[in-house]
């Protein structure tokens, strides 16, 4: 399978120069500030986002323009925002495997952190009168907000049909990745049609993205690894679960209900359910729909032009449906 490395190599240039330019748009005259920023900074993951932004760009254009930097500039910003405020709602002490904002300097300055980098991404679009990329990516901070809000709403009843869950995953996670392939494709191409065409793409390729994640907790995809059991304790309503509800006995529906609400906490309760969910055929269920959403998204690209940009994009969509963690 090809890697992250890999994928990342043909646009390596392109992300070493975003990396100086996103340091730059963080920049404040505050020395608190800017220790936090540096510390959010050092401490960045795959960089999956301006990966999908930058090699759309280049796929459609064969190379990337100077606002296809201020829309990677731009998502980085709000999804930084947006994950910051994110821990301090979760009470979360960790962001990958490091202490969070919040954990070292508490909720407030969480807070008011996660608000100046929001209103850094603002001013920076507005500046470069890049409405259209302010669009977009606006767009998608209130579909996540929305999703969020709708998941705890939801979450309550334990009724979340196959329909909501899409809906959910749709605005929670998809729509961020929906609005960088959307904001690549806006920075180097005039057409309406082909930035609704990689928008929709980005959308399918962050539900396959998110259905990995879900499967991820009954082992590892096809292979039943080591499973966590996480989004059965904190009584999440994931594809395989809701695919077990509505097609297992009645007997499975009932154990699996009592374990959800009332044993979420009891390990051993815990790995009952996974057990259930998996013989019950929902993990299978769920790989098997990624699959499908993943051709479909292929199949949006399929009549732009073969180019290496190409090849590394699909490369990151295969990476998001075959990734081990």
């Known amino acids: 399978m090809i890697t992250v490395k890999e994928i990342k190599s043909n646009v390596s240039e392109e992300m070493q120069l975003f990396e100086q330019k996103f340091k730059e748009s963080m920049k404040s005259d505050v020395a608190l500030l800017d220790k936090i920023t540096h510390y959010i900074i050092k401490r960045k993951g795959k960089q999956m986002r301006p990966m999908f932004v930058f090699l759309t760009a280049k796929m459609l254009n064969g190379e990337v323009k100077e606002p296809t930097y201020t829309a990677a500039s731009l998502i980085e910003l709000l999804h930084t925002a947006t994950l910051v405020h994110d821990d301090v709602v979760d009470d979360a002490n960790e962001r990958r495997g490091f202490f969070s904002v919040n954990a070292l300097w508490k909720n407030k300055i969480a807070v008011l952190v996660g608000d100046y980098l929001l209103s850094k991404g603002l ?8 409405f259209q990329l302010l669009q977009i990516v606006s767009e998608a901070v209130r579909e996540m907000s929305e999703g969020e809000l709708l998941q705890i709403e939801k979450a309550r009843k334990l009724d979340i049909t196959e329909e909501v869950y899409f809906e959910i995953i749709r605005q929670k996670t998809a729509s961020l990745i929906a609005s960088c392939c959307a904001a690549g494709a806006a920075s180097v191409a005039d057409e309406q049609e082909t930035v609704d065409r990689l928008k929709k793409f980005g959308e ?22 080591k499973p966590t059991g996480n989004d059965i304790r904190e009584r999440k309503m994931t594809l395989p679960l809701i695919y077990a509800l509505s097609n297992g006995s009645k007997e499975t529906k009932r154990t699996l209900i009592s374990i959800v609400k009332n044993h979420n906490e009891n390990s051993k309760k815990v790995k009952e359910a996974i057990k259930l969910v998996i013989e019950s055929g929902g993990v299978q269920y769920a790989h098997q729909r990624m ?35």
């Open 204 to 225: 399918l390729v962050g539900l396959a993205f998110q259905i990995k994640d879900d499967i991820f907790d009954y082992g590892s995809g096809e292979k039943i690894g």
């Open 123 to 130: 001013l920076m679009s507005v500046d470069k009168k890049e």
């Open 291 to 325: 699959m499908e959403i993943k051709n479909e998204a292929l199949e949006l690209i399929k009549d732009i032009p073969e180019s290496e940009a190409k090849k590394s994009l699909i490369g990151l969509v295969e990476y998001t449906v075959n990734r081990e963690k």
